[in-house]
Nanobody, 115 residues
Framework: QVQLVESGGGLVQAGGSLRLSCKAS????????IGWYRQAPGKQRELVAL????????YADSVKGRFTIWRDTNDRNTLYLQMNSLKPEDTAVYYC????????WGQGTQVTVSS
């Protein structure tokens, strides 16, 4: 079982930056697939960024070049998502996701980007 706790969301103006953190109950390096999804009001939850097979990274086309996902090599239980050049359409609840046999989700953190 994996517990995930997100933090770092907030309100930011368009063009600004935020860094989200996901604290896992075990080393992120031991989790096969880990990453971030988001859900905007009235929309389905969508992929933002994933680290797959503990090695390759996948990004949604809408965030490529603006968002970066990585695992902390000092605090190995923490996953980050650096979000730069934020746009109003990035507004959503951001969820940390992990798959180790079963699928696990965090409680989500709200990101609001004002125009």
């Amino acid at each position: 079982q994996v517990q995930l706790v997100e933090s770092g969301g907030g309100l930011v103006q368009a063009g600004g930056s935020l860094r989200l953190s996901c604290k896992a109950s075990r080393s992120t390096f031991s989790i096969n697939t880990i990453g971030w999804y988001r859900q905007a009001p009235g929309k389905q939850r969508e992929l933002v960024a994933l680290i797959v097979s503990a090695r390759s990274t996948n990004y949604a086309d809408s965030v490529k070049g603006r968002f970066t996902i990585w695992r902390d090599t000092n605090d190995r239980n923490t996953l980050y998502l650096q979000m730069n050049s934020l746009k109003p359409e990035d507004t959503a609840v951001y969820y940390c996701y992990a798959r180790v046999l079963n699928t696990y989700w965090g409680q989500g953190t709200q990101v609001t980007v004002s125009s």
